[in-house]
């Protein structure tokens, strides 16, 4: 077996963004809210250089602690995602966590509300901004319910007609990466197709000794691809 110190090796954080790479990490968050994920990744050291939102209490929040990036209060606002590619240049991650209110068994799973559209509809964002990864943290009853409502179905053809390869769908416990609930959350990578046999697999969220969040293992993918792909 590991030693013990090889075992906590193993076990520690890898600092994926500061990661030997042509760049550092550049990432939007959509339907960011507080921006969960955008604080575990410049934690990380990637830099947030975009961010969707409608609420006024968040977006004052985002844009005190990162007053250098773009803001729309619009995920169908394609016209601002056009205008930020001019200014902020390459996009290498999306991250988003789409409102759960419309899937999750706690709500009223009313599957007509236009917040379930959000999860499909985030692909014709990623069609514009064109990342090398889109990672998605929602519900798991967006996949589970998928009989009845057809989103989970709707959002994985939208991404591949957006140019995305389908990394990995799967389950793990809020607790398990850093969340306060017991509760199954769902997170799904895709990679965009042309240089998806370039990125490694995403390792298994549940095969990793309490990961730190699920972000640091999407970040996997980034350092070290070859120059000509960026």
């Known amino acids: ?104 068994s706690a709500g009223k799973q009313d599957w007509g509300n236009p917040r379930a559209q959000h999860a499909p509809d985030s692909a014709d964002v990623a069609k514009i901004l064109r990342p090398l990864v889109v990672t998605m943290e929602i519900t798991k009853e967006l996949q589970s319910n998928d009989d009845a409502h057809g989103l989970y179905t709707l959002t994985l053809k939208k991404y591949e007609d957006a140019g995305y390869v389908l990394s990995s769908a799967e389950l793990v416990r809020d607790s398990e990466i850093g969340g306060c609930q017991s509760r199954h959350r769902l997170i799904i990578t895709w990679d965009r197709k042309d240089v998806h046999n370039l990125i490694p697999p995403t390792p298994s969220l549940n095969s990793l000794h309490k990961p730190p969040c699920p972000l640091q293992f999407a970040l996997v993918a980034l350092p070290n691809i070859p120059e000509n792909v960026w």
């Open 1 to 104: 077996g590991l030693s013990p110190a090889t075992t906590n090796e193993l076990q520690k954080p890898v600092d994926h963004a500061h990661t030997k790479g042509p760049h550092k990490v550049k990432f939007v968050e959509l339907c960011s809210c507080l921006g969960s994920f955008t604080t575990k990744l410049t934690n990380l050291g990637a830099t947030l250089v975009g961010f969707a939102e409608p609420s006024p209490e968040p977006v004052a929040l985002l844009k005190h602690k990162f007053p250098d990036a773009k803001h729309t209060a619009d995920l169908y606002d394609l016209e601002s995602f056009k205008s930020w590619l001019k200014t902020v240049g390459i996009v290498d991650l999306i991250v988003l966590g789409p409102s759960c209110k419309s899937f999750s």
